[in-house]
Nanobody, 116 residues
Framework: QVQLVESGGGLVQPGGSLRLSCEAS????????MSWVRQAPGKGPEWVSG????????YYEESVRGRFTISRDDKRNVLWLQMDNLRPEDTAVYHC?????????RGPGTQVTVSP
């Protein structure tokens, strides 16, 4: 049974930083591409970032490129998203997701709010 548990969200001022974590279980994490997906109020899910299992190559949505960094620890089954220089438009629930893109199962999410 796939389990994904996110943590690390919170309220931060514009320009601030947060580091999201995702603890994964129930599947072979080291052999699985992983993603972060966010959903803002009233909007559909948005694929923010992804990291491949084979070579840790990455994808970033254009608006977060250069500000967010995705990484993984295959020994601990943990996925991270380092978010720097946060903007109000980054406010959303952030979900850890199994697989590349929007197709895989997601965790319940952690709320990120960027506000003065």
């Amino acid at each position: 049974q796939v389990q994904l548990v996110e943590s690390g969200g919170g309220l931060v001022q514009p320009g601030g930083s947060l580091r999201l974590s995702c603890e994964a279980s129930g599947f072979t994490f080291a052999m699985t591409d992983m993603s972060w997906v966010r959903q803002a109020p009233g909007k559909g899910p948005e694929w923010v970032s992804g990291i491949k299992s084979k070579d840790s190559s990455t994808y970033y949505e254009e608006s977060v490129r250069g500000r967010f960094t995705i990484s993984r620890d295959d020994k601990r089954n943990v996925l991270w998203l380092q978010m720097d220089n946060l903007r109000p438009e980054d406010t959303a629930v952030y979900h850890c997701a199994k697989d590349w893109g929007l197709r895989g199962p997601r965790g319940p999410g952690t709320q990120v709010t960027v506000s003065p």
